[in-house]
């Protein structure tokens, strides 16, 4: 976040100069959006057994489609520079991932990325297309079944997202379509059902650990908007 405010700041002191903005310079932007995303990453589970040693190990890789709703604010300082923040309240649901299928250690762990934002800087260029550049922060709600009970721990991410994109009024009016294209990458992340590595027990069926990487997608946005103060 503190990279993206240098960089806003930045670019505000180089394109108004010594000249202020004046109030009549700002207009708030509020919008709508139906986004529809490809996402991927890849995960090892590591499976203890109950004396504390691994017994299986597990590396996936995949992706999967998911759509969901977002709606999001800007205040537009001047003609080229918004500062944006948007809020998914949608849930985003990965398929179910199975492990030891078919035996009395079966389980069973999806993960719902909620409560999805992000804070951009939005660089606008004549003729209605623009550039975005955004912190995202997520949580990730770990939704598993195992047979031991044992609960995966449920961990928050953050990363960054980069985008393009075209904005079009409708005639002289203060609303318009927007369209764009984004790639957001995220931070790795770690997380375990709660069992110690030196506290495995037949009871508890000893520790499971998730390690999960090259999360990132592909994102695209329809969006309707209203510019207050245009």
């Given at each position: 976040?503190?990279?993206?405010?240098?960089?806003?700041?930045?670019?505000?002191?180089?394109?108004?100069?010594?000249?202020?903005?004046?109030?009549?310079?700002?207009?708030?932007?509020?919008?709508?959006?139906?986004?529809?995303?490809?996402?991927?990453?890849?995960?090892?589970?590591?499976?203890?057994?109950?004396?504390?040693?691994?017994?299986?190990?597990?590396?996936?890789?995949?992706?999967?489609?998911?759509?969901?709703?977002?709606?999001?604010?800007?205040?537009?300082?001047?003609?080229?520079?918004?500062?944006?923040?948007?809020?998914?309240?949608?849930?985003?649901?990965?398929?179910?991932?199975?492990?030891?299928?078919?035996?009395?250690?079966?389980?069973?762990?999806?993960?719902?990325?909620?409560?999805?934002?992000?804070?951009?800087?939005?660089?606008?260029?004549?003729g209605g297309?623009?550039?975005?550049?955004?912190?995202?922060?997520?949580?990730?709600?770990?939704?598993?079944?195992?047979?031991?009970?044992?609960?995966?721990?449920?961990?928050?991410?953050?990363?960054?997202?980069?985008?393009?994109?075209?904005?079009?009024?409708?005639?002289?009016?203060?609303?318009?379509?927007?369209?764009?294209?984004?790639?957001?990458?995220?931070?790795?992340?770690?997380?375990?059902?709660?069992?110690?590595?030196t506290g495995?027990?037949?009871?508890?069926?000893?520790?499971?650990?998730?390690?999960?990487?090259n999360l990132?997608?592909?994102?695209?946005?329809?969006?309707?908007?209203?510019?207050?103060?245009?």
């Amino acid at each position: 976040m503190n990279k993206i405010l240098t960089t806003t700041l930045v670019i505000l002191i180089s394109i108004t100069g010594a000249k202020a903005l004046e109030r009549s310079d700002f207009s708030v932007t509020a919008g709508i959006a139906a986004n529809t995303a490809v996402y991927g990453a890849s995960a090892k589970e590591t499976n203890y057994n109950d004396t504390n040693v691994v017994s299986h190990i597990k590396k996936e890789s995949g992706v999967f489609t998911d759509t969901h709703s977002s709606g999001f604010i800007e205040l537009n300082a001047g003609e080229y520079i918004s500062f944006g923040y948007e809020h998914t309240p949608d849930s985003i649901s990965t398929p179910e991932n199975k492990s030891r299928e078919g035996t009395d250690a079966e389980s069973k762990v999806s993960v719902d990325f909620n409560d999805l934002n992000i804070a951009y800087l939005k660089v606008n260029i004549p003729g209605g297309i623009y550039l975005k550049a955004g912190y995202v922060e997520t949580d990730l709600d770990i939704k598993e079944t195992t047979h031991s009970g044992n609960t995966y721990k449920n961990v928050s991410t953050e990363g960054t997202l980069y985008g393009l994109g075209y904005n079009r009024f409708i005639g002289d009016s203060a609303v318009s379509i927007r369209v764009e294209g984004s790639y957001m990458s995220l931070d790795d992340v770690s997380t375990d059902n709660g069992v110690s590595t030196t506290g495995a027990t037949v009871a508890n069926g000893g520790r499971n650990q998730i390690d999960a990487s090259n999360l990132e997608g592909l994102n695209g946005k329809l969006a309707l908007t209203y510019t207050f103060g245009k």
